[in-house]
């Protein structure tokens, strides 16, 4: 069993910048790789990011490539993903989530390829 919990929500501005954190508990933390996902209203649960256990490979949708970064910190059981240039259309319950999958997939950006997830943080983008 794995339990993760974010943190770094919040209120920001167009153009802002915020850290989100995934703080895990469980064995083995840098044995699995973790992702980032995010839901708006009325929205499929949409893949932001992953990055990987062992080998530590990241990978990110198109859709914020460039902007946001994910990377994990194994010393203390953390993985952050860190937002730049933020949009209002990146206003949405963000999450993270353990990937069940020991090797990378084709289809590493489907929530089904995730095992263990966090209870998500909000995050509002507005002026």
């Known amino acids: 069993q794995v339990h993760l919990v974010e943190s770094g929500g919040g209120l920001v501005q167009p153009g802002g910048s915020l850290r989100l954190s995934c703080a895990a508990s469980?064995?083995?933390?840098?044995?699995?790789?973790v992702g980032w996902f995010r839901q708006a209203p009325g929205a499929e649960r949409e893949f932001l990011a992953l990055?990987?256990?062992?080998?530590?490979?990241?990978y990110y949708a198109d859709s914020v490539k460039g902007r946001f970064t994910i990377s994990r910190d194994n010393a203390k059981d953390t993985v952050y993903l860190q937002m730049s240039s933020l949009k209002p259309e990146d206003t949405a319950v963000y999450y993270c989530?353990?990937?069940?999958?020991?090797?990378?997939?084709?289809?590493?950006?489907?929530?089904?390829?995730?095992?263990?997830w966090g209870q998500g943080t909000q995050v509002t983008v507005s002026a």
């Open positions: 469980g064995r083995a933390f840098s044995s699995y790789g």
């Open positions: 989530a353990t990937y069940r999958p020991t090797y990378i997939t084709t289809t590493y950006y489907r929530a089904s390829e995730y095992l263990f």
């Open positions: 990055v990987t256990g062992t080998t530590i490979n990241t």
